[in-house]
């Protein structure tokens, strides 16, 4: 018996490595759709357009989904499966009809918490010990369909937003293994969302990184690892210029001085509004990035104050 045709939608690092779960599985892939990469992005995860073509698939670039010949295209494919692993644009109801084994989506949080986008990155923010990822029903409501299954990751209290994400990688291509069997039998089971559970979080842009000294120390550390390399960065100004702070250590307790004011340059030490923060990597724009007593020796003083709130 054939297995099903499959049309994955894919994107990122879990694009590729629960695209790479499918191949390994010989599943029926007969089409990829992916991006080109953009050139002003940091492109720090493997290429799902060269895994297709790896594979004998030349990928779908940069499809316009709203687009009815392409609607067309994908009909002609006859999926009876389609999934989307971090696809970056929502996939019409028109689309998702096609596959009468249904369309499922993988989402980087355990919903229903966490909808929306830059999921780890919000999670660290706010100084959750866990997320994960999810395998769940695509529908016209963005990721509020029937739950399939779910993997659980632990935030470990030094993890930059590169170390849970791929964390969240791994749990995604779990649940690909895991699922794919039921998936294609048709036999799979989901379960409603529970709306009294869910949180719902919005984008982020480069200018969300700024730093608010007047927060307190854990909430700073936590912004700082949220947007690390190798996404933008947390910030601060300094003299009219972006002073990125790559890493730190949070100190809690009282504050020694003013929010944003220098305390001690080795270790290089910032007062918050509750607590201070120890600045372990640093960064002028567009200067290089040096260790934060290093930097701080370079370009401080004790009592320069850091920042606007």
Avoid at 87 to 96: A, C, N
Avoid at 132 to 142: C, E, F, I, N, Q
Avoid at 295 to 303: S, Y
Wanted: aromatic share 8%.
């Amino acid at each position: 018996m054939s297995k099903p045709a499959i049309v994955v939608f894919a994107y990122n690092e879990v694009g590729y490595r629960c695209l790479e779960t499918l191949f390994d599985m010989e599943a029926n892939v007969v089409a990829v759709v992916t991006y080109t990469d953009d050139p002003d992005e940091e492109i720090w995860f493997r290429s799902v357009a060269e895994l297709a073509r790896s594979r004998g698939i030349e990928p779908l670039l940069d499809l316009d989904l709203k687009d009815q010949q392409n609607v067309k295209t994908i009909k002609k494919l006859k999926p009876k499966l389609i999934f989307s692993f971090y696809y970056r644009d929502v996939i019409p109801e028109k689309i998702l009809k096609i596959a009468k084994l249904g369309a499922y989506n993988m989402h980087g949080s355990l919903l229903p918490r966490y909808r929306g986008r830059a999921c780890v990155n919000w999670a660290i923010l706010n100084g959750e010990k866990e997320t994960g990822a999810t395998l769940h029903r695509m529908t016209s409501k963005v990721d509020r369909g029937e739950v399939i299954d779910q993997e659980v990751v632990r935030i470990e209290e030094t993890d930059g937003a590169k170390e849970v994400f791929l964390k969240v990688c791994d749990a995604a291509a779990e649940i690909v293994a895991r699922t794919l069997p039921e998936l294609e039998s048709g036999r799979v089971v989901g379960a409603a969302q529970d709306e009294t559970m869910a949180t719902e979080f919005g984008g982020r842009r480069p200018e969300d990184g700024i730093i608010r000294w007047s927060n307190d120390s854990r909430r700073i550390y936590n912004l700082i690892r949220a947007v690390t390399h190798p996404y933008p960065g947390a910030y601060t100004d300094y003299r009219g210029k972006k002073l990125f702070i790559w890493w730190g250590k949070p100190q809690e307790g009282t504050s020694l001085g003013k929010p944003g004011e220098v305390l001690s340059l080795d270790p290089l030490t910032v007062a918050t509004g509750r607590g201070n923060l120890r600045v372990l990597r640093a960064q002028l724009d567009g200067e290089i990035e040096m260790d934060g007593p290093d930097f701080a020796r370079k370009n401080l003083n004790v009592g320069t104050l850091l920042g606007q709130d």
